[in-house]
């Protein structure tokens, strides 16, 4: 059945890394959305994509998080450069429609650990 | 004040419990209310949805909603030991433009059903 796929699973770096998150979302999925889950924040939204379109993307930090859909199969989060604050999980989800109550599925994440 | 507020629990009940997880919110603009379920390293899963005030039923899951109290809730009749996860609510308004697409989450409640 379909599913949002993400790449890598686990991620280990040293501070100072690039870190590059990808995501696949559901084919003919139109909204691609970006988030991190923390113990002490919970889920958050970092950003989020309609039709390829960056939408919202207040919720990551500026200066070093960036993200982006090439193309309609593909989307990337980087981190430059990553710091011990950054381990979370990282989560990419989409969903078919534009309606505020459409379903939102959910890859298996990216856990993201840096040293 | 953050503008989802849930018990993080954890919360442990024997089988056959019934179990009532809660959120409260803020903002009023809330719409569309969702719980998800989210199981021990995987991605979260949509599992009730609701629009606007009222309650619904599937199985053995009912989600109800108090706009009046700022208030959302869902019970599990009959709890089974696979029910054990984390149950997220979230919520988002509706309205023009793209940020009606955003989830709000709740931290999260984690429940263990004991067999």
């Known amino acids: 059945d379909a599913r949002v796929t993400q790449t890598p699973r686990h991620k280990v770096t040293e501070m100072g890394q690039e870190v590059t998150m990808r995501c696949q979302p559901i084919?003919?999925?139109?909204?691609v959305f970006w988030y991190r889950q923390t113990m002490m924040q919970g889920l958050e939204l970092l950003a989020y994509?309609?039709?390829?379109?960056?939408?919202?993307d207040s919720g990551m930090p500026k200066d070093r998080f960036s993200a982006e859909m090439p193309d309609a199969t593909l989307a990337t989060l980087k981190i430059q450069p990553s710091e011990p604050r950054d381990s979370a999980v990282y989560f990419c989800?989409?969903?078919?429609?534009?309606?505020?109550?459409?379903?939102?599925?959910f890859g298996p994440g990216t856990r993201l650990t840096v040293t | 004040q953050k503008e989802v507020e849930q018990d993080p629990g954890p919360l442990s009940v024997p089988e056959g419990a019934i179990v009532s997880l809660n959120c409260t919110y803020s903002n009023s603009a809330f719409q569309y209310f969702m719980w998800y379920r989210q199981y021990s390293r995987k991605g979260p899963e949509l599992l009730m949805y609701?629009?606007?005030?009222g309650n619904k039923e599937d199985g053995r899951f009912t989600a109800q909603v108090d706009k009046s109290s700022k208030y959302i809730s869902l019970f599990i009749r009959d709890s089974q030991p696979s029910d054990s996860a984390t149950y997220l609510c979230a919520m988002s308004a509706t309205g023009s433009g793209g940020s009606n697409y955003k989830l709000t989450f709740g931290k999260g409640t984690l429940l263990t059903v004991n067999p």
């Open positions: 609701t629009y606007s005030s």
């Open positions: 989800a989409s969903a078919k429609g534009t309606l505020a109550g459409d379903e939102q599925y």
């Open positions: 994509f309609r039709n390829r379109a960056p939408l919202d």
């Open positions: 084919l003919g999925h139109n909204t």
